[in-house]
């Protein structure tokens, strides 16, 4: 799944706040926006959808940070949480994608994310078939919704950055290996 998609489900977690908390919604949303992206800068470093894939120990973060927060809430530990809470999402999620490879349209890898703790890849399920395949698109914008909705300023200006950049890449996506010569 694109990036868009990962940080607009984050930030539909945490757009309840702005009613329950909003002292401390701007801190969930950009610690959602950042978690739900974070994952995917193991494309640039190490190895993809598993160096900084972590489904199991994100989530596990999550429920710690999720409590620390309910216990003492600050813009700290909500940020932490949300960050956690998203990352933890957005590794899971792409166990219903494709593998990582360039053309995951021709379904050539059994690779979506790897599980530390089991030590194993587990196997694309493709529900959504590739990064910035149609579906993806309609999950970015579906999620994106609510965070629009929620919030106002700059949180809403990087949901509108993220849908543009969604739908510039799903429009390109299949063009791009061939561009890029790869």
């Not at 977690?13 to 009613?19: E, R």
């Not at 530990?77 to 990582?100: I, K, N, P, R, Y």
């Amino acid at each position: 799944m694109m990036a868009t998609t990962h940080a607009a489900v984050g930030l539909t977690l945490a757009a309840p706040l702005v009613w329950v908390a909003p002292d401390l919604a701007t801190a969930a949303a950009v610690g959602a926006l950042v978690g739900g992206v974070f994952p995917d800068v193991d494309l640039f470093v190490g190895v993809h959808r598993k160096t900084l894939h972590f489904p199991v120990y994100y989530s596990v973060a999550a429920a710690v940070f999720g409590g620390v927060a309910a216990v003492s809430p600050s813009t700290l530990t909500v940020g932490v949480a949300f960050f956690c809470l998203s990352a933890g999402l957005h590794s899971a999620s792409d166990w219903l994608g494709a593998g990582g490879e360039l053309r995951p349209w021709d379904r050539t890898s059994d690779r979506a994310v790897y599980v530390h703790p089991a030590k194993r890849w587990l196997r694309p399920r493709y529900l959504v078939r590739y990064d910035g395949a149609p579906e993806d698109l309609a999950l970015t914008l579906l999620f994106s919704v609510p965070g629009f909705l929620a919030f106002s300023g700059g949180v809403r200006v990087a949901i509108a950055v993220g849908v543009a950049v969604a739908l510039f890449y799903t429009g390109f996506r299949k063009r791009m290996p061939e561009w890029f010569g790869i």
